[in-house]
């Protein structure tokens, strides 16, 4: 069993760094439908990672912020695997690579959370939800 605040930062922290991972691919999107669904999904994270940090704030807690090593570590990755290949079959390919790993951790944390909040059951689930439809929104660029 993972408290709240555990859980809730897990998704503060992954909703950064899927921000993060978005930024790094962004500039190498030419296509201009995968642009946009690149410019949403960013969008979409940094929804709920404000929200996220607003239920920890009104629990007393705070979520952390993903560490610059890991943030730079993520955007060389990124600039490495598009040296070799910027088309938009790639890119989505990456991007759903990331949301992928995000559904099988946000599954694990939502499994270990006994419930509690309904708000952060909620939370959850919206987020789960999201990389979910995030997967289904890329596939057809790839």
Same mark, same amino acid.
């Given at each position: ?54 239920? !920890? ?5 705070? @979520? $952390? ?6 943030? +730079?570590?993520? *955007?060389?990755?990124? #600039? ?26 946000? !599954? ?5 959370? @006994? $419930? ?6 909620? +939370?959850?689930? *919206?987020?789960?939800? #999201? ?12």
């Amino acid at each position: 069993m993972i408290p709240e605040n555990e859980l809730l930062q897990y998704i503060h922290k992954t909703a950064e760094i899927g921000c993060e991972g978005i930024l790094a691919v962004m500039d190498a999107a030419e296509d201009t439908g995968l642009k946009k669904e690149l410019s949403r999904q960013l969008a979409e994270y940094r929804g709920f990672e404000r929200d996220a940090e607003e239920l !920890l704030r009104r629990r007393g807690s705070f @979520g $952390g912020d993903v560490s610059t090593m890991s943030k +730079l570590s993520a *955007r060389a990755m990124s #600039a490495g695997k598009l040296l070799l290949d910027r088309s938009p079959s790639h890119i989505a390919e990456m991007t759903i690579e990331g949301n992928n790993m995000g559904i099988s951790k946000t !599954l694990q944390h939502l499994h270990d959370y @006994g $419930g509690g909040h309904p708000e952060t059951l909620d +939370l959850a689930n *919206r987020f789960l939800a #999201a990389q979910r439809a995030n997967v289904e929104s890329l596939q057809p660029y790839l």
